[in-house]
């Protein structure tokens, strides 16, 4: 891959500054700390609204021009009104959307061109959990699967090495497959 | 409670029909096991755009009128642009949302009216995982924290003991905490 190819912006991924990135966190570690935030406002019933804006890393906070707004339901087989996905679904947004950010983000470093990337993911969950009528089944999903449809200009063999490169390095993925410490408080001010 | 406020509707939930669920699924517990599912598709650089519309669940398949769409992204400082939230801010959202939409069908169910109910996440990350540059370090978030405001007509500690049900049958805390297993593969057709 010649330097006018690695620069020229593979699948609208810089990937000039990509590498200058990965350089400059190289030399300096600490820029590496992200911390990453969300709000949620209830709406009513089973009804709720996320926002995302401020984030802090690189060494500083930052801020978007506009809040990112979602909202959450349940649907009318589960007491809601659809006014958005289940909060379970959002989890499997977040899945695909890291896998596919970093699938690109690898395709671009690799000279690989994309033509086509989509996914599909399906989780299974046995709501016997959430509803407190089985103490024998979990809460959460008992299984996810995520299954990827990649066109580009490469074998393939090297465009299914991209979703493996992926899952490897996956923030979401390494997230729900092996879990995270999450405190839950309440503010009593 | 009397009756008259069990089915009044409390906090926006039919708590009839929520009771009225929690019979039908004592008496066919096969109506719990729910497949939710999401698709994505990629559209340029670190950005793609999740989908959400159909579902299995209570026997049978569901759609919703319209799909519910989410773009993702990363911002500048990561080589994005910024066209939705990073997909680890989409976990944040989904684990505040799950426990938001719990807490109010909770407070129904045991007569509490909600006034205001309020929550924020932060996620710690260390990005060398992701980068590839520190073998030490996860991928994933190192720590999450939820605080919780919460205002109602109960006494503190009854309003503090609707987040501690909630998170004690949240699927996404589960999912979170205690990880899943997830397939991830490549389809070649």
Redesign the interface.
Known sequence: MSIEEMTSGH????VA??FA??DA??EQ?QL?????????????????R?T?NG?Y??GQE?S??AD?S?D????P????L?R??????????????????????IA?ARGIQ?E???????????????????DEV?????????????KGDAE?EK??AL??QS?R????????????????????A
Chains 1, 2 share one sequence.
Do not use: M
Request: net charge negative; hydrophobic share 45%; aromatic share 6%.
């Open positions: 699948n609208g991924v810089d500054t990509l990135t990965l966190v190289k570690p590496a700390r992200f911390q990453f935030r969300a709000s949620n406002r209830w709406i009513s019933g089973t009804n709720n996320g995302v984030y890393g690189a930052h978007r021009d990112f979602f959450a339901d349940h649907p087989v589960l007491v809601g659809d958005g996905p289940t909060p379970a679904e959002h989890l499997l947004i977040a899945l695909a959307a890291c896998l596919t950010s970093g699938l690109a983000n671009a994309l086509e990337v989509t996914s599909t993911v399906e989780g299974d969950i046995n709501l016997l959990g959430i509803l407190g009528l089985d979990r809460n959460g999903y008992e299984a996810i699967r995520v299954v990827f449809h990649v393939a465009l299914a979703v493996e899952r390095r996956s923030a979401v993925f390494d997230v729900i497959t092996h879990g995270v410490p999450v405190t839950v408080d309440v503010a009593t």
